[in-house]
T-cell receptor, first 119, second 111 residues
């Protein structure tokens, strides 16, 4: 058990709908990362938050947004869902972020994932 | 952006055999991480390498980062069924705070 929790575990919805995925980081971790894993794209970095602020953006679509709350939990919002959005969505947390820009050198602890199926 | 290519894409070995997985980067690696994933589950951190020439071992798994810091290898000695899974290398972006994962290597160990 990594200490990172994600809910729900499974989500089935229809095209055009909006869903919210939730992540609670390990106690004491300030950084939260979101990833999307699909068969054709592999594991793709979406976005990172550190202590409530967005720190890095990866391949995140404009239909997707995220936020990190004062209690450090994070939510990933996916809207106008398309069939291609079906994937496993992981969040991960790490202890600290190196100051400014640059490598973090911190291992990430991954949650069990949310499997999203768009029908 | 940084690209991480892993080889082989999949590997099937007999229990007890040794094996090596490679991860090649398109850019200099500043931090190279190895993770293991069981199908449909979250990733488990294995090791992190930072310095060129660095080598780390944990139980029967050894990872190395080459001197030029553009390639890493993961070596498993005397493989066991418990080693089966998907192995992913990951790296910090050398600018910004993005994180990149390799294409993954699926390992099957036959008892």
């Amino acid at each position: 058990d990594s200490g990172v929790t994600q809910t729900p575990k499974h989500l089935i919805t229809a095209t055009g709908q909006r869903v919210t995925l939730r992540c609670s980081p390990r106690s004491g971790d300030l950084s939260v990362y979101w990833y999307q894993q699909s068969l054709d794209q592999g594991l793709q970095f979406l976005i990172q938050y550190y202590n409530g602020e967005e720190r890095a953006k990866g391949n995140i679509l404009e239909r997707f947004s995220a936020q990190q709350f004062p209690d450090l939990h994070s939510e990933l919002n996916l809207s106008s869902l398309e069939l291609g959005d079906s994937a496993l969505y992981f969040c991960a947390s790490s202890v600290v972020l190196a100051g400014g820009w640059g490598p973090t050198y911190n291992e990430q602890f991954f949650g069990p994932g949310t499997r999203l199926t768009v029908l | 952006s940084q690209e991480l290519e892993q080889s082989p894409q999949s590997l099937i070995v007999q229990e007890g055999k040794n094996l090596t997985i490679n991860c090649t980067s398109s850019k200099t690696l500043y931090g190279l991480y190895w993770y293991k994933q069981k199908y449909g589950e979250g990733l488990i951190f294995l090791m992190m390498l930072q310095k060129g020439g660095e080598e780390k071992s944990h139980e029967k798994i050894t990872a190395k980062l080459d001197e030029k810091k553009q390639q890493s290898s993961l070596h498993i000695t005397a493989s066991q069924p418990s080693h089966a899974g998907i192995y992913l290398c990951g790296a910090d972006g050398n600018t910004g705070n993005q994180f990149y994962f390799g294409t993954g290597t699926s390992l099957t160990v036959i008892p």
